[in-house]
């Protein structure tokens, strides 16, 4: 299991610096070149809901990326997993109801960053990524979600034929 993990500030240029690198490291783990986009706007969305969080509660705190890759050993696909984690106070209600009240969402203004409210934004990772996971807490907001990386398995150099260009 390959893991990447990035910290970042609350920032929005840093939104675009964890979609590169989400993308970068999807494309090493072997996830199809179909999915990339998926993967980098669904980040993207991740991290802007992130990063509106703490720009309202906890500025000074790090937002947490985390990138994984996990090769299962029996017959199947493995899968490629992007963890983010901001550590602003309050929760948030996972696509499709349940959990914590919309009224708990420490927003300043929804949309400020990502120009999505935060139930679309949830709505808009649940339709790119293949599984989503959200839990809310009182210490911050986990959004995990993944997607499957196909039979190939990645070399230990980063470079396999025809995939990357440059």
Do not use: K
Not at 26 to 40: C, K, M, N, T
């Amino acid at each position: 299991m390959a893991l990447v993990q990035l910290s970042i500030s609350a920032l929005p240029v840093h939104v675009r610096t964890a979609r590169l690198v989400a993308s970068a490291v999807a494309r090493r783990s072997g996830l199809p070149e179909s999915a990339l986009d998926e993967v980098r706007l669904a980040v993207g969305e991740a991290c802007s809901r992130a990063v509106e969080n703490h720009r309202t509660h906890c500025p000074q705190q790090p937002i947490t990326v985390e990138l994984r890759e996990h090769i299962q050993s029996s017959p199947g696909p493995g899968r490629f997993e992007v963890t983010v984690l901001d550590r602003a106070p309050g929760a948030e209600r996972p696509p499709g109801g349940g959990g914590v009240p919309t009224a708990a969402l420490p927003y300043a203004e929804a949309g400020e960053v990502s120009g999505l409210s935060p139930d679309i934004g949830l709505a808009v990772i649940s339709g790119l990524a293949d599984q989503v996971d959200v839990e809310g807490s009182a210490n911050g907001t986990t959004i995990r979600m993944s997607w499957p990386i196909g039979d190939q398995q990645p070399s230990e150099t980063g470079t396999r034929t025809g995939e990357f260009s440059g």
